[in-house]
């Protein structure tokens, strides 16, 4: 094998050289993971998805909060396991649950680039769904509850588009 038929890749062990055309480097080739990676995030679905865009971008997007959602997934198994039931993907509703505290917590402890992160994902399906249902959950189990909270002024000063989104939509859908 010549130098040119290898290609780098990271494993446990630290960076190795292996086979262009092998199984490793098809799966650890950081290319085409970048280029796998941007695709999915393009699309707003991984390959293996939790369901929604939403659950997906936030997995890609908010490492943050990857814990609360791998619990749903967990849950989601489990169950279908348990009671002999096919697989579904966590309620929508549990996903904007994520979402609050990911937001409620990043907005406490002062994390501006969480919040940040986590408004690029709720701008784009907001954008995306465009007045279904899905907004009604974002909306009323996200936004409002942040709004009560007392987090609106911050919400504005850190993300005034997001902000201004979230009126626009209230404005179209007779919510304001």
Do not use: C
Request: hydrophobic residues 45%.
């Amino acid at each position: 094998m010549t130098h040119d038929d290898e290609v780098p890749v990271d494993t446990a062990a630290g960076p190795v050289r292996v086979h262009r055309g092998s199984l490793i480097a098809s799966a650890l080739d950081p290319a085409r993971t970048d280029a796998e990676r941007q695709a999915q995030l393009a699309l707003g679905r991984m390959q293996w998805s939790l369901g929604s865009e939403l659950a997906d971008l936030l997995w890609m997007v908010v490492p943050e909060a990857r814990a609360a959602l791998a619990a749903l997934a967990s849950k989601a198994l489990a169950d279908a396991a348990e009671y002999g039931r096919f697989l579904s993907a966590p309620l929508y509703g549990d996903v904007t649950s994520v979402v609050y505290d990911v937001l409620r917590t990043a907005l406490a402890e002062q994390q501006a680039d969480v919040v940040q992160r986590t408004l690029a994902v709720l701008r784009r399906v907001i954008v995306e769904v465009d007045g279904d249902f899905r907004w009604g959950f974002i909306h009323d189990y996200v936004i409002r509850m942040l709004e009560s909270d007392g987090h609106g002024q911050a919400l504005e000063e850190l993300d005034p588009e997001f902000a201004e989104l979230v009126r626009a939509t209230r404005r179209r859908l007779g919510q304001d």
